[in-house]
């Protein structure tokens, strides 16, 4: 026969067993708070607020005026709720890229205030995309994702290869492991 000690013992054991099994709930982010956030996939995901963002003026961005009008009217028309392209943009190490990419969301800010977000993601935290969009999902407000440093080297079996089905934006999930 068990004691009151015992059982207590056994059950406190069986919910630490069931708190470790289940992840937390997501912590929901204030996304009027910013116009801009880092994603983290660590435990149940999260969005850190950028209160400043490093943007640089368009008109500093030289020798990219074509890229530039073409990135700049695209992210314009998502924000307006208007048809809008997927866009990677590729080249060297500092060749202005990311530069390119936040003046053209702050750009966009400023015609529709509020109506978007930048999302920074790291190649770490690509694993927990499916997630990040599943919590994005539903709100008015839209939100650019931002994927910084891409490798597509083919032994990385971590980076962008692993998540062709996320990032391509595949209505079928063959071949694809979520």
């Known amino acids: 026969m068990t004691t009151e000690t015992e059982l207590l013992s056994v059950l406190t054991r069986i919910a630490a067993a069931l708190e ?6 997501p912590v929901q982010a204030d996304f009027a708070g910013a116009d801009a956030f880092v994603w983290s996939a660590e435990g149940a995901g999260r969005f850190h607020p950028v209160g400043k963002v490093n943007r640089v003026p368009l008109d500093l961005l030289k020798g990219i005026d074509h890229t530039a009008s073409i990135l700049l009217e695209n992210t314009r028309r998502f924000a307006a709720g208007l048809p809008a392209n997927n866009a990677l943009l ?3 190490r500092g060749m202005g890229k990311s530069a390119l990419l936040r003046s053209a969301v702050a750009s966009a800010q400023l015609m529709h ?12 935290a690509l694993a927990g995309l499916t997630q990040l969009f599943a919590l994005l999902g539903g709100h008015e407000r839209r939100f650019l994702v931002f994927i910084d440093d891409l490798g597509f080297e083919d032994e990385d079996g971590s980076g962008p290869r692993q998540h062709q089905c996320q990032l391509g934006g595949q209505l079928r999930r063959i071949g694809c492991q979520w």
């Open 113 to 124: 205030r509020d109506a978007l977000a930048l999302v920074q993601v790291s190649q770490d």
């Open 90 to 92: 590729w080249g060297a």
């Open 20 to 25: 470790r099994a289940v992840p937390a709930a």
